[in-house]
């Protein structure tokens, strides 16, 4: 059994910058992809980025060149640096922990609001 703990959402500006950081535990050897979701209002969940323990990252078009993705394996943890914020990412993110295709691990959600 997985968790994941997510932090650091929380309300900013357009233009503005926030971390988030998703803590891994349970796991008995290390978790090969991993991710950020985010959901907004009366939306689906999407995907906003992957990465994988071999060092490829893969971003939503909507977020390339403003969020980065990494993972601290020592520290079991994910993160992702967002910047130039703007409104329409606004949402609850999740981190996900992909193990197979039958099985896969969700944090509970941090809200980020972008408004100003």
């Known amino acids: 059994q997985v968790q994941l703990v997510e932090s650091g959402g929380g309300l900013v500006q357009p233009g503005g910058s926030l971390r988030l950081s998703c803590a891994a535990s349970?796991?008995?050897?290390?978790?090969?992809?991993m991710g950020w979701y985010r959901q907004a209002p009366e939306k689906q969940r999407e995907l906003v980025a992957t990465?994988?323990?071999?060092?490829?990252?893969y971003y939503a078009d909507s977020v390339k060149g403003r969020f980065a993705i990494s993972r601290d394996n020592a520290k079991n943890t994910l993160y992702l640096q967002m910047n130039s914020l703007k409104p329409e990412d606004t949402g609850v993110y999740y981190c996900?922990?992909?193990?197979?295709?039958?099985?896969?691990?969700w944090g509970q959600g941090t809200q980020v609001t972008v408004s100003s």
């Open positions: 996900n922990a992909f193990i197979s295709v039958n099985l896969q691990y």
């Open positions: 349970g796991s008995r050897f290390g978790i090969n992809v």
């Open positions: 990465s994988l323990s071999s060092g490829t990252t």
